[in-house]
């Protein structure tokens, strides 16, 4: 967020959310108390926690034995010493197993190679089911977000959410160079293998394996043909800058 910048606490919250990889969360043990383990994450394309968690582990019998936890998620910010640096937002809610295929394909998209334990027996995707948050993003700007502003409504925008792996995969495999150029010359960022990470009705979000940035749509797309067209106009506009 930009220092002169009016304060968003929904587009702030939304971003720290999708900055992020890691997160820290707390489940309750078998006496009720407060336990805290560090988990990677993605996020469904309404921004919904995707997190792979295996069986023996104690967080996910927490969760089995009672759903509701807390997910702690801290964006860039803190690399230069003070750790309180980054904008940071804490999400309430309950974990539910899935078996989706797309949400499996975006937490493997996010995650790359870190992905790859994900797929050994014994894994499982889990959803988080947004109650409410608490966005602390430097001072003065604290905000209590509801989940309702949190999470975009996207109900009006099946096609684009049913044809996102094709969109990504069709880029990620034919277009590595235009990606780049998104990240260079728009975003004005280091060059390197930037990739699309995940395509929603408000934008992309690209990465390399330490970078994650995110290029927003200039009006929402509702449609494969919608977000492929201000693909190519994005596109466009980067070679008009080389």
């Not at 936890?69 to 860039?76: F, K």
Request: with cysteine; glycine share 8%.
């Amino acid at each position: 967020m930009l220092e002169n910048s009016p304060f968003d606490p929904v587009e702030t919250g939304r971003a720290v959310i999708r900055s992020t990889i890691a997160g820290s969360l707390a489940t309750l043990d078998e006496a009720g108390n407060p336990f805290a383990t560090l988990v990677t994450m993605a996020t469904t394309a309404d921004l919904r926690p995707i997190l792979s968690l295996s069986d023996l582990a104690l967080h996910t019998h927490n969760l089995k034995r009672d759903p509701r936890a807390s997910l702690l998620l801290v964006a860039p910010g803190g690399e230069t010493g003070n750790p309180l640096a980054g904008a940071r937002i804490t999400l309430v809610g309950s974990f539910e197993r899935s078996d989706d295929d797309h949400a499996a394909w975006r937490y493997g998209l996010r995650q790359g190679k870190a992905a790859r334990a994900s797929a050994l027996p014994g894994f499982h995707h889990y959803v988080m089911n947004i109650a409410g948050s608490h966005l602390v993003a430097g001072f003065g700007n604290i905000a209590q977000v509801p989940a309702t502003e949190l999470i975009p409504d996207y109900s009006d925008c099946q096609d684009l959410l049913d044809g996102e792996k094709m969109v990504v995969e069709h880029m990620n495999d034919d277009h590595a160079d235009a990606i780049a150029l998104y990240a260079i010359k728009l975003l004005h960022l280091p060059g390197g293998a930037w990739r699309i990470t995940g395509c929603d009705p408000d934008g992309i979000d690209i990465a390399t394996s330490t970078l994650r940035a995110r290029l927003p749509f200039p009006t929402r797309a509702t449609t494969v043909a919608e977000a492929g067209g201000f693909l190519k106009s994005f596109a466009k506009q980067a070679r008009s800058l080389e």
